[in-house]
């Protein structure tokens, strides 16, 4: 609309407009659980130390700080009413004007919006900062800043009530305590009038790799989300804890994190601690997180269970559970062995695995699955959400050090992850965010289906790492660990209290899987689906080039998949039983200038599915269909 057409609103109306806009661009930055890091994280280069010129910015990439603060503002994007008021002045005039309320929604890092807002100095001044302002916006979201930002925080700091702020690690003042020490300096930890807290460092190899986390009393928070930060912020009335930090970090969650965790434990309602290399206190207490909504948890698969192990959980909880496994290492003492599944067994240590997996069944009795060390049972009522979980997602991402040369089951893949949701509509959403949709999970008792997950990651995050475990006596490890990972979670296992998946009835591949192009594969990929009545392949179908390796290459669907799915689907198996006998549809996606291609490649499939012998056996038809 022109500034013609916007002359013909009532100015009410116009502010209204700006006010909204306001708050639907504060509730999509701030983001208080979003996820930090995505889904992929193995290093594909080695890693090195960044030199820069600017001290503020010290080894940071340049992607993430482009440039010092007296060369440009960080990269944080204008809200919608600063954008307004520069199309021109009578807009700008209405804005200022008609109601400050739209300038106290927005951003104090810019010094003519904070202006606008409205400024009080305090009569009282401290010795380190001069006099202490408040504006009338009290959030401050400065992504993507260089260390300088803090020299000018100071004099209005302790009247913000939202931070979300991005900083290197080092800075020309805090050359050897790092720049997150400014945010403690400056916190009253009985009148801080803040409500939501967000804080990122950037990795840096000044940091200490070992930290120890602490809590730090807020008292009146709301959220809190930090990355590579040695403190968290926490209070009686949080209700949203996310705590992350990188592979090459090792975090030490001791008595402190457990008392912050005890403190809040009645309002808190999402909780993520995402610490690949992270270490719990086996002594910390017992806690009754009765109000809690959303769980993740990414830990080494013998540190993780320790903190669940004293988490009292709801039994409608939508949790996700990433367990980082060290297999490779174990596996490259059994020269010669072509099965390495036995291998990976022993690796997660005493039914480790079988107990995240009866977690995702049952994760109100986690406390009594990770502290037993005997036999237990783990009890699943008919009808539970557990069993309305029907649609599954696999999704499987492959060593990113495999190269177009060699089999792609030849090395560890980087995570086998399975998914499980209501629906396939449902489960769309759980894909699409690395952080397993926290924001469409309900309360306690309001819940009529849950989204879960299982991520197995592999545990040697570092190129060169890789390269020195590479065993190459090992035939199929990508196939071996897809098979493990899902007999975990779907199969009963002798001496073992934990039934599996009642069985899916429609099969969902992400869309950037990995995909066989052998019917071994997926025999390996199937054969804990059974009961499977669908399969849904989100990744898009693409015709083949002439002479293209694509063995490696995921995030696609080609016709080799196809030819070696039905493959698989035709032969039989022990007792002259076919897999997936009760699979009858398959639905193929595919991009939008592809649809003619696909639809003649799924025209020709029906024959080479529907085998005879097959079909004799008492298998249904399988049927294929087509979508965008």
């Known amino acids: 609309m022109s ?116 400024v009080h100095t305090a009569q009282e001044a401290t010795p380190d900062s001069g006099a202490q302002i408040t504006y009338g916006a009290r959030s401050f979201i400065a992504l993507g800043a260089c260390a300088c930002l803090t020299l000018g925080m100071a004099s209005f700091y302790s009247g913000l009530q939202t931070i979300r702020v991005e900083l290197p690690w080092h800075g020309p003042k805090t050359p050897s305590i790092g720049v997150e020490r400014f945010f403690l300096d400056n916190h009253d930890e009985e009148r801080s009038p803040l409500q939501h807290f967000d804080l990122r460092i950037f990795e840096s190899h000044l940091a200490p790799t070992r930290v120890l986390i602490r809590g730090v009393s807020c008292p009146s928070l709301k959220t809190s989300r930090t990355a590579n930060t040695s403190y968290f912020y926490f209070s009686t009335s949080l209700t949203s804890l996310y705590i992350y930090h990188p592979h090459r970090r090792t975090p030490e969650f001791g008595m402190s994190f457990s008392d912050a965790l005890v403190a809040c434990a009645s309002s808190l309602e999402y909780l993520t601690i995402d610490a690949a290399s992270g270490h719990f206190d086996p002594e910390i207490f017992h806690v009754h997180l009765s109000q809690l909504r959303f769980l993740r948890l990414v830990a080494p698969v013998n540190q993780g269970c320790r903190l669940l192990a004293a988490l009292q959980l709801p039994s409608d909880l939508d949790i996700h559970l990433e367990p980082v496994v060290n297999w490779r290492a174990l596996c490259s003492q ?120 299982l991520t197995v990651r592999g545990h040697q995050f570092d190129l060169r790492e890789r390269a020195r475990a590479f065993n190459p006596t090992l035939a199929k490890p990508v196939y071996d660990a897809v098979g493990f990972v899902a007999r975990s979670v779907m199969s009963a296992q002798t ?77 039989p198996g022990e007792g002259h039983q076919y897999l997936c006998s009760r699979l009858e549809r398959i639905e193929v996606h595919h991009e939008a200038d592809a649809g003619d291609g696909c639809r003649a490649v799924v025209a020709e499939m029906d024959g080479f599915f529907n085998g005879t012998a097959r079909i004799s056996a008492g298998s249904k038809q399988i049927k294929f269909s087509t979508c965008v």
């Open 3 to 118: 500034i013609s057409g916007l002359a013909s609103l009532p100015v009410e109306l116009i502010v209204e407009i700006a006010l909204w806009a306001q708050l639907i661009w504060r509730e999509d930055t701030l983001g208080p659980h979003a996820p930090y890091a995505g889904m992929k994280r193995y290093d594909t280069v080695p890693p090195g130390v960044l030199i820069r010129d600017e001290d503020c910015c010290c080894e940071v990439n340049p992607r993430d700080v482009p440039c010092c603060l007296t060369v440009a503002p960080a990269g944080t994007t204008p809200s919608p009413a600063h954008r307004m008021a520069q199309t021109g002045r009578w807009l700008r005039n209405i804005l200022i004007v008609a109601n400050s309320r739209v300038w106290q929604e927005d951003n104090s890092f810019y010094k003519e919006i904070a202006a606008r807002s409205g």
């Open 334 to 453: 059994f020269l010669g062995a072509a099965f390495a599944e036995n291998v990976m067994v022993d690796t997660v240590g005493a039914g480790a695995m079988w107990r995240y997996a009866s977690a995702l069944a049952a994760p109100h009795q986690s406390g009594r699955i990770f502290s037993t060390t005997g036999a237990l049972e783990v009890d699943v009522p008919d009808g539970s959400l557990w069993e309305r979980s029907t649609a599954i997602a696999l999704d499987v991402r492959l060593d990113p050090s495999t190269t177009s040369f060699e089999r792609a089951c030849r090395r560890f893949p980087e995570y086998v992850s399975m998914a499980f949701a209501g629906s396939a509509l449902e489960m769309h959403a759980v894909l699409a965010d690395p952080g397993r949709d926290w924001a469409h999970s309900l309360p306690p008792g309001a819940k009529s289906t849950v989204r879960r997950s």
């Open 495 to 571: 001496g073992r209290a934990f039934e599996g998946h009642p069985g899916a009835r429609c099969l969902v591949f992400h869309p950037g899987t990995w995909l066989p192009k052998f019917s071994v594969g997926w025999l390996h990929f199937l054969s804990s689906f059974e009961a499977v009545v669908e399969i849904i392949f989100l990744c898009p179908f693409r015709s083949l080039c002439d002479g293209q390796i694509t063995d490696n290459i995921a995030s696609r669907l080609d016709v080799a998949h196809l030819e070696a799915l039905a493959l698989c689907l035709n032969e």
